[in-house]
């Protein structure tokens, strides 16, 4: 591997801090028990971490409300904690990735709160967007668009005299209030938060709706102003993937190429980016603008050797012919859980999904280019489906009373030890509750158990993840699509090494283009004669 280009083909880890491991025994994950699991994750293999947001916040979207960009909230810690943890990573050979929110901040922002108290038309408001409302009165927004979770994406403010006055956008929850990067501003604020971070030592930046930021400078009604509420994507074309926005990526690669030229050490951006196509998304990752963006098809394919060999073609084609490298992802704090989302809702996940979900696994380590795991899934971790409504705090549940796509589910912390919750998550006293409640099944998932079992989900993972770095056809390169019988997805890494995924009902083992193939997990280096590797892996 090109250590220079590190990025290229590394795998990176999500740590939900909230989530992960808690220290102090109040029921939340922080930096420091992130601290204590490095060498779990050194261990398992990853090249590095993306931190969810742990700035300082009043938690109404779990951190991704930010107040304060520059500092620690101290549930998590503190800043000097934050330091102790990227020395400790650094020392493990563990990259550190921070998660910035510069679509939107807190409504407990100081400059949102200085907007608020401001007049209309001044400095202040002119970093939100602020507009007056449409009637007679004022009374209707100043236009038809919807928050992506759920009503309008509108709030009236009251003004200083306490007459109902302005309105201002918020393209999520009225607690998060959009910024305007057409005000100058607000990019030179981004610019100083970057290097406070980078200053402190930290690899580089997930980068959260970088497709987001502008928005068309009228204002003007959606042609579909249900689709963001509908979809909880991204989609309309007035709020979202405005042209401007590549000017910001080019101005955050030169920053971060500043500072790689004063120590050789690459700093990695990593986009966001929901759009239409492959097409738009390699716009993204143009040599001067983003190193990766996550790219969401993989993640949104049915199970279907069809459907997966079509955007991974796509993805080859239009991503890769930039120059960057596709960056895989099967799974984020966003979405149900491979297990649940691939077969049974139900929680004990030792059939059908989970079957899928460790095939999924590995082809994604086989394809070329860089990949990202989320916590537990390593664990084969199935979504807690049965939350009752009192613990859940998903704002899109808050917003529109329904359960439908909320994400408490794939949040709960993880299980560590033990046979019962808190399973080793928080060291409180006996009787300590994480603050989402584990199902008494995670006892089956537990770390210590699956370290333990040779053929549990994490040896699934750490075994992929070794073959990965031992073998130079995978990580970088292209790949070649072999035939294979109906059901089958089969391509070729280099001359010598075949992965095939057995989407439907296909004979185990069976053969693929005349390589003979094991029937469950990845081979190790001369197993087979005439082959470096070869995966089978049975998703049926």
């Known amino acids: 591997m090109n250590r220079h280009h590190w990025w290229r083909d590394a795998v990176i880890y999500q740590v939900y801090v909230r989530s992960f491991l808690d220290s102090t025994g109040d029921g939340i994950g922080d930096l420091a028990g992130v601290r204590a699991g490095l060498p779990y994750l050194r261990k398992l293999g990853v090249d590095g971490i993306w931190l969810s947001p742990f700035y300082p916040s009043p938690q109404h979207d779990h951190g991704y409300d930010v107040a304060d960009y520059r500092d620690v909230d101290p549930v998590y810690g503190d800043l000097d904690e934050f330091d102790r943890l990227v020395t400790a990573a650094r020392r493990l ?5 921070l998660d ?162 004063r120590d050789g050490r690459e700093r990695l951006l990593v986009g966001e980016v929901s759009v239409p196509s492959a097409r738009e998304h390699a716009k993204y990752v143009r040599p001067d603008e983003l190193h990766q963006a996550f790219f969401f098809d993989l993640l949104g394919a049915p199970w279907d050797a069809d459907a997966f060999r079509k955007v991974i073609s796509e993805a080859m084609q239009d991503i890769a012919g930039t120059g960057s490298t596709v960056t895989w992802v099967l799974n984020n704090h966003d979405q149900v859980r491979t297990v649940t989302r691939y077969g049974e809702p139900a929680p004990e996940g030792s059939g059908l999904g989970a079957a899928r979900a460790r095939a999924a696994a590995l082809l994604m380590l086989a394809l070329p280019g860089a990949a990202y795991i989320y916590q537990g899934e390593e664990l084969g971790l199935p979504e807690v489906v049965d939350l009752p409504d009192d613990v859940l705090t998903d704002p899109i549940f808050r917003r529109t009373g329904s359960r439908a796509r909320i994400r408490d589910g794939c949040r709960v912390p993880l299980p560590w030890s033990g046979q019962a919750s808190p399973f080793g998550f928080t060291s409180g006293a006996e009787g300590a509750k994480p603050w989402l409640p584990q199902p008494e099944y995670f006892a089956e998932y537990a770390t210590h158990r699956a370290l333990a079992d040779t053929r549990s989900s994490w040896h699934l993972y750490r ?53 003979p193939l094991l029937a469950s997990g990845p081979c190790r280096p001369g197993e087979l004669p005439g082959s470096t590797a070869a995966w089978w892996i049975d998703g049926s």
């Open 100 to 261: 910035i929110v510069p679509n939107h901040c807190s409504s407990a922002h100081p400059w949102f709160r200085e907007a608020l108290a401001a007049a209309p038309g001044s400095p202040e408001r002119a970093r939100f967007h602020f507009a007056d409302g449409r009637g007679p009165d004022g009374s209707e927004p100043p236009n038809n668009w919807h928050a992506m979770f759920g009503g309008p994406a509108w709030t009236r403010v009251t003004e200083a005299d306490g007459r109902p006055g302005q309105w201002y956008l918020h393209m999520f929850t009225p607690e998060q209030p959009d910024w305007n990067w057409r005000n100058p501003e607000v990019a030179a604020e981004f610019d100083q938060v970057l290097r406070f971070w980078l200053d402190r030592g930290v690899d580089g930046f997930r980068i959260d709706v970088a497709a987001g930021l502008f928005k068309h400078p009228e204002l003007p009604d959606s042609p579909d102003p249900e689709a963001d509420a509908r979809t909880r994507d991204s989609v309309n074309p007035l709020a979202w993937n405005q042209p401007e926005v590549h000017d910001v990526w080019r101005h955050w690669r030169a920053v971060c190429e500043q500072y790689t030229a």
């Open 463 to 515: 075994d992929g993840l070794q073959l990965r770095s031992a073998l130079h056809q995978l990580g970088e390169g292209a790949l070649r699509w072999l035939d294979t019988q109906p059901g089958v997805l089969a391509f070729a890494r280099g001359d010598d090494l075949v992965c095939a995924v057995n989407f439907g009902t296909a004979p185990v083992p069976a053969p693929v283009a005349g390589t």
């Open 93 to 97: 050979g563990v990259r550190v990735l």
